[in-house]
């Protein structure tokens, strides 16, 4: 749902919302989490060893404890479990490009009013630099690391043996959809920063050695081969509808005969396009970030689909919790049936839980 905002107690709210994610945002560019560490920390102690004032940090410390993410008994504070991994720069499970990525959108959105008035992006002139898609490849990964898996296990692709991950960035789903099927090989298809890191991953995984890599412009080059599926997860949103429509036509070329498209992203709903507030919100990343890109709703991604000449379109439902986008897939299929692949529908749709469109 998105919330309503009626009254003027409600603006406010929604206004002075900004106090928390400021804290957090602090919080993470002080290093809190790793400066705390796995010790136990006194706020006189912690101040000197972080060369913070005593009362800052006591103020910031007892605003991360009511949120849960530090622990606090009398005098004393520690990590929370998120804080002594994911937030811990010294923890393998450190997420810092995703959260450098995140936290780097404050001074973005700040400026907003500049990309409301020309419409365009806040870096339009700058072209794709390498470090920056590296950086940003990263950050994907660290965003998806626990989602993809859980998609991986919702969808049913047995019988298929190809798979295409295009703009699949790292390759995280790509590597979650090998590891949950064994007979599958997959090809990620991205530009060659971004390749670079999906192969550094892939070689930490035994799956791995199933995973290829396709260097090329997915907007304007023809995609070479064919495959039972290909994964178009989270580019949708960064282009216009005319664009998208010309990937379509592209990757419907691309498919084997009763091949499977499969579109996760931030999909509208609603009669007027409204909900939810994540979808929703997410346009205004799209502003600022990218020089024609939008959220969509499902129904008019389907009906560029069926002008493309897509078949059997429908959204396909992943579990509350274990999906990326609320009702964020959109399956489509290619005429023909492939004999490799054959449509079971009663199965498949038990597993994804496959509902017409709204
Ligand atoms: C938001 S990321 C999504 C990554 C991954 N599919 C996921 O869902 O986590 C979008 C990806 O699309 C790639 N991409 C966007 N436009 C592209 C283009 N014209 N050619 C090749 N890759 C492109 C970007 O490099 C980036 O890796």
Known sequence: MSRRIVTFDDLRNAITAYRLPRVLIASLELNIFTAIGTDIWTISGLARAMKVSERGLAILCRNLAMAGLLKKKGEAYRNSRLGATALNAQHPAYRGDYLRLITSHWADWGRLLESVKTGLPLDHDEPDDPDYRRRFTWAMHHRTLETAPKIAAQINLRGARTLLDLGGGPGTYAMAFLAKNPRLRATVCDRPAALAVAEEIAATHKAGSRLSYLPLDLLT??????????????????????????????????????????????????????????????????????????????????????????????????????????????EARSSGTNAKMPVRRISAAKSSGARSLR
């Not at 999909?267 to 507030?277: D, I, M, S, T, V």
């Open 221 to 330: 080059e023809v995609i070479p081969g064919t495959y039972d599926v290909i994964w178009y997860s989270n580019v949708l949103h960064i282009y216009s509808p005319k664009e998208n429509q010309s990937v379509f036509r592209r990757a419907l070329a691309a498919l084997n005969p009763g091949g499977r498209l499969l579109i996760q992203d931030a999909f509208l709903y609603g009669r007027e396009g409204l909900c939810p507030e994540e979808a929703s919100l997410f346009a205004v990343s799209m502003l600022l970030f990218t020089e024609r890109g939008n959220t969509y709703s499902a129904a008019e991604t389907k009906a560029w689909l069926t002008d493309a000449g897509f078949e059997r379109i429908k959204v396909v439902r992943m579990k509350k919790g274990m999906e990326d986008w609320e009702d964020g897939i959109l």
